[in-house]
Structure formats: C-alpha cells, structure tokens
C-alpha cells in the first residue's frame, strides 16, 4: 500500500529519499467579496434611506494554488503587491477559509507575530502572560520562558513599565522575543523579520536561524529578496494569485527579478 | 529540487489521502462542535486574562480608571431617582425606592454593558483574529467575564446602600451569586449572539443600544412592573415579568429587599434563559467560526 501510494506521489516530483510532507495545499482559490451586499438588515432599511442597489465586487485573490510543502524545507513566497502571497499565508495559517480547494498541515501553522494580542497600557511582563496565553502556550510554559523572554529581548527592569511608555524599537524586541518563543512545526512569517538596531538584527537572525531547524518547515512574505535568498531555500513566484514559478530559491528568484526588470524598462 | 513548474505542480496523488497518510490534518475547517468546546475551555485562562488585562488597561486611561465602571451606573442611578422617582413619582412603585433603584441599575449595567460590549468584541479586535488562531468564542465570553469583574467591585456599594436605606441582613442575599452565575450564563449567549450577528451586519451594532434602552424602559428599572402593568394586557405582563432582564433583576432584587417577593415561575425562568440563550448563542456562533477572519 505504502509502495504503490509512494510510487505515484513520488513520480511528479522525483527527489533523493523520502521526504515528510508538511503542508499540501491542494487547488486553493480565494474570493474575496467587497460588496455592499443587500442582507435582509440593509434591505429593511433601503426603504427609508433609499439606498441603491447592492454592488458586488470580486477579488480573485488566489486563483488555484497547489503545491507541496516537505520538512526542513523554507519557503520563500516572492511576488508584487497584491499578488496573493499574503492572503495564501493566512489561508495556510487557517486564518482565512479558501472559496475552494484544501490546505493540510501538520499541526496548527502559526503565523508568527502576536502584536494585535498586546495591549499598549500594560506592562512588559502582562503582555508577556497575555501574549503567550493568546498563542496558545500554557500558564507553565510561560513561567518557564518568562526569563528567556525578557533576557532576549533585553529590556531589562523596562519590563514592569507600561508598554505603551516603550521605543518602538523595545515594543518590537518584546514582540519578536514573545512570538519566538516556541516553535511550531509550520511557521509563518509575514515581512519585517529582524527589527531593531544592528545588534538586535544579529541576535534575531540567530534565533531565526534556530527556529528554522526546529521547525518543520518555514514560509516567508518579503519584499526584500537579499532576505529571502539568504534565509530560503525554495522560492515560489506567485503573480495574480497564480504560481509563476516554484523550485530553487536562486532560479525562482533570477526569473522573478527579470520580470520586474522587463516591467520597469 | 531545481525543476522548474508553471502551473500546477501536479502531486499526481489523492492529496487527501497523501494528508492522511502523513497525518497531516485539514487546516482553517471547523472543528465539530464538541471538540470546539473543548478546545475554547482548554483556552479559558486567556479568556480570564484578557478580561483582567482589559480591566488594568482601562483603569490606565483615566484618572479614575476602573472607578468609572462604578460611578457610570451610580450617576445615571441620580439621574433616574430625581427623573423618574422624584418627578414622575414611581418612589411610591417600592417601600425602598432607592434601594430597588440601585440593585435594579447595577444589575442592569452589567447585563447590558456585557452584551453591547460583547457585540463588538469580534469586530473590535479584528486584528487578533486575522492574525492568531483561537476559537473565537473567546471574545464575546471574556467581555461578561470582564463585567462580572466590575460587577463584583460594584456588590459593596449593594449592600452599603440596602443597609443605609433601612433593609437588614438577610439570608436571602445568597440568592445573589447564583443570580450572577445565571445571568453572566445568559449574558453570553446574547453576547455571542450579538457579536456574530454584528460581524455580520455592522449596522446591529448601531441599532443595539436602541434595543437594549427599550428593553430597559418596559422591564421597570425605575419603576415595579408588578405595579405599573397590573392592569396592562395578560401578554405584556407576562412579556414585562418574565423576560431575561425582568427575572435577573427580580431574583437581585429579592436577594437585597425585603418588599419584593419572587415566585418559582421567576426562578424557572431565570435557569431557562440561561440555558437556551448560552445553547442557541455558541451553536449560532461556532457556525460561523470560520468567517470571523473576514469580519
């Protein structure tokens, strides 16, 4: 049975041993509805504000991505504003349902970031409990990287002030230091990796580079490709919602940057 | 892996079957209902903490912080006792008006400030659910959590008042925690309610207020039904005794004072609301789970 199914799943993409697969994304389309739809509220209500009919508009965000993610692999999704790099990201992350198709994954795919969890007028220490508590960790586990949070993110007695007294640098160190904390086995990382002054750029690109190993597999949004070629090793190019090119990150990403060139000349 | 694939990168296999012989489990779908309790209990502490969090964080942006939560519903008390009590004349609804008039406010504030605050809690932190995976449920149920912390700093002022005005100790107050218990139940199953048809149709939440104020001016929060509708058609009177606010507000009041009586049909009632509007309130809201990304 495990042969039969391996020799046809392993026939499309043939590869040196046998690889886990980690994420499938099978025929995902994503449809996005602005609309000022005409529910049953608004039509009650259409009598006496005389509004027009409703207006529907659809934005085909992702238009049937299929593809293979496998363990120890990191992804780099490359592509222009709106090409639905973004959008795919949190379909795989479970955030936004796909209009069709399928997303597998081994265990819940985490983006990673928790600043929306945070609360600006309270202190370091809360929004490290609140924080953690909101990506799911357990009041143990957070006890037991308390410590390792705020010695990374280095902002020493700083962390009983409120966080809205912080620089902007010491907000994204606490968020960085709490969003990495752990590691899922599917990370999501959407733009902005390393934030902060130079040292906190090393230190950071350290954990990455940590988070990377212990992770099953990794997927970035970036706009910045020098991040990407250093950080990925397979590229996908997405181009209105379509895959353009999938494979090594170095020849992904050459076509990708012939294109641009193509559309600035 | 240097090949290179326009299109589909077909995987030639069943992907469902290739998920499942890795263990891979479908992503972004609803879990069934049970399961999804399951895990929304597994997550209580962060409803607990987001509900103390936003208790600090509020007390943070004023002078007065969580005080307001206090004196909000003890002014208004000022404003309906001279209005109503003094100017319309419904002190002669109660032996105690003042007492009637500031358990009746207190447990009204808690009521309504939990399911027009829970009507906005998915909408509101609509950053939250776009970027972290939690069984959304959680919001609409940490804001009643939120209220009964504010209801609880509000239970001295309660008995300080009932004491000034003449009521005794009783033993009647320990009808008041399982009151409580009862309407924070049915005060999440309206949240839920509210927050998922909010997200929705944003306009509920401009109508909400207007409902909740009719609510509140037919359930008798300055003046007793039992008194004002006695006469009024059997149908209103059973709307105006037995609807959710009129039965936790006749339990409370019963609890702290000695003039108002309370029937067993109350009592059923008060369990009965609880019940349906917690059932039909996280049914309505786990369908729709999937969707509160969009919102």
């Not at chain 1, 392993?10 to 000022?36: C, F, M, N, Q």
């Not at chain 2, 090949?3 to 489990?25: F, I, K």
């Not at chain 2, 949240?191 to 109508?207: K, N, Y």
Request: charged fraction near 20%; aromatic fraction near 10%.
């Amino acid at each position: 049975m495990a042969t039969r199914e391996a020799a046809t799943t392993l026939a499309a993409a043939p590869r040196p041993g046998e690889r886990r697969p980690t994420v499938i994304v099978d025929d995902v389309h994503v449809v996005y509805k602005v609309k000022t739809e005409r529910s049953r509220a608004a039509t009650r209500g259409s009598r006496l504000i005389a509004s027009g009919p409703g207006r529907m508009k659809e934005v085909h965000a992702v238009r049937g991505v299929t593809f293979t993610a496998y363990q120890g692999e990191s992804i780099g999704l490359m592509g222009r504003n709106g090409s639905g790099k973004s959008t795919l990201l949190r379909v795989v992350a479970g955030l936004h349902p796909p209009t069709q198709g399928r997303v597998y994954a081994l265990g819940q795919p985490t983006l990673l970031g928790v600043g929306a969890a945070l609360m600006p007028e309270l202190s370091g220490a809360r929004n490290i409990r609140l924080g953690g508590l909101a990506m799911g960790l357990s009041n143990k586990e957070i006890d037991d990287l308390y410590d390792e949070i705020v010695e990374f993110s280095g902002l020493g007695e700083f962390i009983d002030n409120p966080l809205s007294t912080y620089s902007s640098g010491m907000g994204a160190r606490l968020r960085f230091a709490i969003a990495t904390s752990r590691t899922p086995p599917v990370l999501l990382v959407d733009e902005a990796l390393a934030t902060g002054d130079a040292a906190f750029r090393r230190k950071s690109e350290g954990r990455i580079k940590r988070l990377r190993e212990e992770a099953g597999t990794i997927f970035v949004v970036s706009h910045s490709l020098p991040s990407i070629l250093e950080s990925c090793t397979r590229g996908i190019w997405m181009d209105q919602g379509k895959i353009l090119a999938d494979g090594d990150v170095h020849e992904v990403a050459e076509l990708y940057t012939k294109s641009a060139e193509k559309q600035t000349t | 892996m240097t090949t290179m694939s326009t299109q589909r990168s077909a995987t030639g296999a069943d992907p469902a079957a290739l998920a499942e012989r890795w263990g891979l489990q479908p992503v972004g779908t609803r879990p069934p209902l049970k399961a999804y309790v399951k895990e929304a209990w597994g997550r209580r502490h962060f409803a607990t903490e987001l509900a103390k969090s936003s208790v600090i964080a509020s007390t943070a942006e004023n002078r007065l912080g969580t005080l307001w939560e206090l004196l909000n519903p003890l002014l208004l008390t000022i404003v309906y006792y001279l209005a109503f009590g003094l100017l319309l004349g419904t002190h002669r609804d109660s032996q105690n008006f003042l007492g009637f008039l500031v358990v009746g406010m207190l447990s009204w504030w808690f009521l309504n400030r939990s399911i027009r605050r829970g009507a906005g809690s998915v909408t509101a932190n609509r950053a939250l659910v776009r970027s972290l995976h939690f069984p959304r449920i959680i919001l609409p149920v940490s804001v009643v959590l939120r209220q009964t912390i504010a209801f609880f700093s509000s239970l001295p002022v309660i008995i300080v008042v009932v004491l000034l005005t003449g009521e005794g100790v009783r033993w009647q107050w320990v009808f008041a925690p399982p009151c409580l218990a009862l309407m924070g139940l049915f005060c999440s199953g309206a949240a839920m309610l509210a927050a998922w048809a909010t997200s929705r149709w944003r306009d509920i939440g401009d109508l909400l207020p207007f409902v909740l104020r009719m609510w509140m001016y037919f359930t008798g929060i300055f003046f007793n039904v039992h008194v004002r509708y006695a006469h009024a058609p059997h149908f209103i009177q059973v709307l105006a005794y037995y609807n959710p606010g009129a039965v936790y507000l006749q339990i409370m009041r019963y609890a702290f004072l000695g003039s108002i009586p309370i029937s067993n049909l109350v009592l059923f009632w008060a369990v009965v609301w609880a019940a349906v509007f917690l059932a039909i309130g996280t049914v309505v809201f786990w369908r729709a789970e999937e969707r509160y990304g969009y919102a």
